[in-house]
């Protein structure tokens, strides 16, 4: 009895001091790259895991002991690590693993230490590391980066027109990207969209901030059946690389391809006005649109492409505007209106843009259509005021169609005012563009439109601080293309220029106000900038 007590007793000493370091096995972590004596360049990636029972609440990147900064990216799956631990206490909720950076260029080549802590949010801090890396800024990098769109799993389908997204960077820049199908380049992807989360992860290297990219592939060029794909990087050294590949199966039919597109105005839960709700268009010429340009007038607008399976080109035929299912306006009402100095109710005007992101397909330069909204027209022919569904329907020639910007459209509101209503004035911040990075001199643009008395002013405001007005009234043949039916469209453009060397190398938010000819302020939109200057 007592032998067994003493025994006991010991057991439960040895238990007691076995704690700590049973608590310690509760943490695993490891720096999987760089690995160990690993000769570096260019942007150095640090990837690993972290995982403890406890919440993690930050991890923080050191390099020759020195602090560079905390991941952003402390929150990818590890399926592998589900596997390795399958009985770690919830291991199929933790998101593991991490991924960061550091420009090598900051260090002079040779030996250097690599070190991550990770922060509890019970206070303990842990090691992962230390690693030594030998760094040699004589050797270009290769560019890197991730094909988001279609995902790395199985074989993906594919039809019509298949978007291929995803980002890429490189210490020198990037010259091009390239979609390629069964070792051929299909075409190049447009680069530079805004991609924070990349950023989040490689906050050492600015450019990638704006490192997504997109291509839309016309698959009716390919035959059906299973192909390769893959991208291609170039960076401005001339140095590729072939950052991921996928395979994808490719159905084409005719029923299948539907005309496509964006209807970009008027925007979800809009407030539409109407003027003279009493008076009906007089109809001069037939077909008849229910438009009065007396009246205020909604532009209604966006694009649409259509592609055709190898026995037809693809063509859009027609478009048609529908409130509540019924069609008002048609392309059969599109005529030159000689006021607006502009074509309405019309498919085909000239879109640059969508070619740029479609430029292998038909009629990409020409895809816009613009219909002018006559909200008060509409109600004198018995349309009631409140909630509407409005969309655009789209046909092509082999009768098939499709609805813009779904099925579904857009609740739109209707509603009566006078004559002398003052409608808030119109604009947008073309420069800078979002979270973009500045120095020196720069100049900040847009334009600015009133309906009613003119624009009289358009001011600059940083962080909360009037900065000066704006030159107003430079020459936008393009803002008259979308808005013919204002007058001061042709010359709404607005230009400021800034000393960013007065602000601090941080962010901040620029603000664009327009006081109209009656007096009447309107914000027309606001923009986050970084400054960055050189000391």
Known sequence: MWRRMVRGLTLGILGFLLIPSAFAQNFIGSIERPREGETVFGMVLVQGFALDEGQISGIDLYVDGVFQHTLGNTTTPRLDLIEAYPNYHGIHTKLPGFHTGFLASRFPSGAHTIHLQVRMSDGRVLEIGPRVVEIDNTINQAPFGFIDIPDPTGVHDASGSYPVTGWATDTDGVKRIDVMIDGLNMQSAVYGDVRPDVHNAYPDLPAALFSGWIAHIDTTRLTNGIHHLAVRVTDNLGMSKVIGERTVQIFNSTHLLRPFGYLEEPLKDATLYGTNCGVAPSCQ????????????ITPVRGWALDLGSREDLGRVAYAELMVDGVSWISTDHCRFNPTLGAFT????????????????YNDSPRSGFFFTLDVGSLMALGVNPGHHVLKVRVGDQEQTFAELPNTSGINVFFTCVEDT???????????????????GTVTFSGWALDENAGVRTVEIWVDGVFMGPAAYGLAR???????????????SGWRFTLDTTQLSDARHRLVVKVIDGGGR????G??????????
Request: aromatic fraction near 18%; charged fraction near 15%.
């Open 285 to 296: 010429i037939s077909p008849c649109a229910p438009v009065s340009f007396a009246n205020h």
């Open 345 to 360: 109710n019309c498919y085909g005007l000239p879109r640059l843009d969508v070619a740029r992101y479609y430029p292998t």
């Open 421 to 439: 209503f003052d409608f808030p004035s119109l604009g947008y911040i073309e420069y800078p563009t979002r979270l973009e990075y500045l120095k």
């Open 477 to 491: 043949p393009d803002v008259q293309q979308f808005f013919p039916m204002i007058l001061q469209s042709a010359q």
């Open 521 to 524: 302020e309107t914000i027309i």
């Open 526 to 535: 606001s923009m986050d900038f970084y400054v960055d200057n050189p000391n």
